[in-house]
């Protein structure tokens, strides 16, 4: 991801495929992957990756990218698949019952999330919404205890009788 190669270039259309079908442009208000610059910022986090991890992460995007066809039973690459079918692929590898493909699947989850997370705009946006609860579960929730109601730790001394 660092160099202008093929390799680099195929590794950099998956990321930006993958960013795109993880975190699209929404209706709802949540951030996007280009409100929160996440393909340059994943791309400077790799730079700064060692290189045995830079590889894993930067191969795990190029497979991405050149294994769409034979995951989608298609003539693209996972670039381009509509951003829906790449959406559905990701979510059937991570349901996958082949462990392989599963662990794909939540590795792309993972390092995007973690990227993602990582800007201040989706967590503003998760702290203007509340607890991340919706319907039904918002009022079976046991109530958040906040940090003034929490008791201090023992001070390791015990009282005398």
Known sequence: ????????????????????????????????????VLVARTVRYLQVLPRTQRRLI????????LAA?????????FSGLPVARREALVRRLR????LPFRILGD???????????SHPLPLAYVGEKGECLSG????????????????????????AP
Not at 7 to 33: K, S, T
Not at 108 to 116: D, Q
Not at 136 to 159: C, L, M, N, V, Y
């Open 1 to 36: 991801m660092i160099g202008t190669s093929a390799y680099d270039r195929i590794a950099r259309a998956g990321l930006e495929a993958c960013a795109e079908a993880l975190f699209p442009v929404n209706d709802i208000g949540a951030p996007d992957y280009r409100d929160t």
């Open 58 to 65: 930067t191969l795990l995007f190029a497979f991405f990218e």
């Open 69 to 77: 066809p034979i995951l989608s039973l298609s003539f693209h690459r």
């Open 95 to 98: 349901k996958s019952r082949v």
């Open 107 to 117: 590795a792309v989850k993972a390092t995007l999330t973690m990227m993602y997370m």
């Open 136 to 159: 039904r579960a918002r009022t079976h929730a046991a109530p958040i205890a906040s940090p003034r109601s929490i008791p201090p730790p023992d001070s390791g001394k015990e009282e």
